[in-house]
């Protein structure tokens, strides 16, 4: 009982400082608009709106201001947002404390290039190219501290201090990207785990006159089976982190992320990100050239599902869509009214 009422006293702390509007994202003083034509400093560095970096640094400003708006826009009654959280809801959230920094990581947001250029600046890879690190280690356990590690006291220091990451993308173009990734591709390690636990699963609930290979190998589900299987709200299972609402992950409402990057914008925004932690040796990786990436595949993928499953995914991305102001309309073309 002792310890659930010292962390309420510190989701109580995050609270408040989500309410306060920190429109600086680095220098940790409030900014007017009549500031922004200015350099602002930090203890260890002074930015400048100018310079390659100024779109998005201020886009980032510009984020954190709007994710706070939406976030007092949308929950008036900052109580709730309690109601069921413990330490453990900040498991996502990885620590830095060579640079002072928590980023919560979301799958299928480049959170693999994250943690890899992560490892190389706190030095827990040898050499300076992220690429050269296999992705299964960037993932491994231990590789780093997660925000549930510490004390309560340490977890307060750290929330109110830190600078904080997150990045966000599309939720409709991230669960495509979790489906053809861990469902649709063949012969992959990471997907025959999925392919196992999650694929034949589906196949048996929701294909009928399956056949006895669909069932063994549940290494053909329909994206149909997959967002059935995803909305299904029976029971707890459906809930994977690759496809959770990115709200449910990193609670963007009690934790005041002053760094709010999209995957729209991914290697710009790392660059700011990485020049604000004093980090010059290595750089975020580009998208391979030769990938197709998923936004092209939009519109294949959705157009097999039912009015009724678009509903449901709207509804189970409703937050997401709101507070990272996304749109159905980006993916579908219509909104749904």
Request: some cysteine; hydrophobic content about 35%.
């Amino acid at each position: 009982m002792t310890e659930c009422r010292v962390w309420g006293t510190v989701l109580l702390l995050i609270n408040i400082s989500s309410l306060m509007v920190d429109t600086s994202a680095f220098g940790g003083r409030t900014s007017t608009n009549d500031e922004k034509g200015r350099s602002f400093e930090t203890e260890d560095s002074v930015y400048s709106w100018t310079g390659p970096n100024a779109l998005a640094r201020s886009a980032l400003v510009e984020r954190q201001e709007r994710l706070q708006y939406n976030c007092e826009e949308i929950f008036e009654d900052r109580d709730s947002l309690n109601e069921n959280l413990n330490p453990e809801s900040f498991r996502n959230i990885l620590v830095d404390e060579q640079h002072e920094l928590l980023y919560c990581y979301v799958p299928k947001v480049a959170c693999t290039n994250w943690k890899r250029v992560l490892m190389v600046a706190t030095g827990k890879w040898p050499g300076n190219d992220p690429m050269e690190i296999p992705a299964d280690q960037a993932h491994s356990p231990g590789t780093f501290q997660r925000l549930t590690n510490y004390t309560l006291s340490e977890i307060e220091r750290m929330l109110a201090t830190y600078d904080k990451l997150i990045v966000v993308r599309h939720p409709l173009e991230r669960l495509l990207s979790a489906y053809r990734n861990k469902l649709e591709a063949k012969h992959e390690k990471s997907s025959r785990y999925f392919q196992t636990r999650f694929g034949k699963k589906i196949i048996r609930r929701y294909r009928q006159n399956a056949t006895v290979e669909s069932l063994r190998n549940g290494d053909d589900v329909t994206f149909r089976e997959f967002v059935q299987f995803v909305t299904d709200d029976s029971s707890n299972e459906t809930r994977n982190e690759h496809w959770k609402p990115i709200y449910e992950l990193c609670h963007p409402c009690l934790v005041n992320y002053n760094l709010v990057s999209k995957y729209e914008s991914l290697v710009e925004d790392a660059t700011e990100v990485l020049e604000r932690m004093g980090v010059e040796s290595v750089n975020f990786p580009t998208k391979p050239v030769n990938s197709e990436p998923t936004a092209k595949k939009l519109e294949k993928y959705y157009s097999t599902l039912t009015y009724k499953q678009l509903r449901k995914l709207a509804d189970l991305y409703k937050l997401d869509l709101r507070l990272f102001d996304y749109s159905l309309e980006d993916v579908l073309g219509f909104s749904l009214a």
